[in-house]
T-cell receptor, first 115, second 112 residues
């Protein structure tokens, strides 16, 4: 079943912060975050494995609440380059062997950053 | 990480014909995947292609329609057979490196 992302769209001005959420009805093994610009490939941002860890990369970080099957992506001090569609991809906790890469993607969150 | 290229980048095909999409990875990977993405929509997994074994297909996708080859650890092909306008979409391949997955730029297919 497809994870649910919220909000569907966000409009920001440069320097503002945003949070994108990803919720699943299934227990999760991992959550993957991607950003895709129009006409381009999805770009890998980060992966969170079960265990409730939080990761960060410059001004983009994410958390994973294993008990709630939820992940949040935090974008701080947004830049124009952050504009794009953000997807979360999930792997259920009962995945094994060759199933670790079988991602089920959310519907996407469109982020627009204005000057 | 991995750098992935796809050929062709786009094509316009006639109904009833077939198109083979090539995917090349710059390093050896065990697991490769094929996804479909309608413009403005999310990505849907078509199949998993592991070197040395038959591809495994997700619900709603069958081998006769989407045959896949995986001859070595850096290359895979997806064929879209007997195409109809409903097959118009973007087809992306991806490769798994550790727990991370990297995507190719996609092939934009239009069926007329």
């Amino acid at each position: 079943q497809q994870p649910v992302q919220s909000p569907q769209a966000v409009i920001l001005r440069e320097g503002e912060d945003a949070v994108i959420n990803c919720s699943s009805s299934k227990a999760l093994y991992s959550v993957h975050w991607y950003r895709q610009k129009h006409g381009e490939a999805p770009v890998f941002l980060m992966i969170l494995l079960k265990g409730g860890e939080q990761k960060g990369h410059e001004k983009i970080s994410a958390s994973f609440n294993e008990k709630k099957q939820q992940s949040s992506l935090y974008l701080t001090a947004s830049q124009l380059s952050y504009s794009g569609t953000y997807f979360c991809g999930t792997v259920p906790s009962n995945a094994g062997g060759t199933s670790y890469g079988k991602l089920t993607f959310g519907q996407g969150t469109i982020l627009t950053v204005h000057p | 990480s991995a750098v992935i290229s796809q050929k062709p980048s786009r094509d316009i095909c006639q109904r009833g014909t077939s198109l083979t999409i090539q995917c090349q990875v710059d390093s050896q990977v065990t697991m490769m995947f094929w996804y479909r993405q309608q413009p403005g929509q999310s990505l849907t997994l078509i199949a998993t292609a592991n070197q040395g074994s038959e591809a495994t297909y997700e619900s709603g996708f069958v081998i006769d329609k989407f045959p896949i080859s995986r001859p070595n650890l850096t290359f895979s092909t997806l064929t879209v057979s007997n195409m109809s306008p409903e097959d118009s979409s973007i087809y992306l391949c991806s490769a798994q490196v550790g727990y991370e997955q990297y995507f190719g730029p996609g092939t934009r297919l239009t069926v007329t």
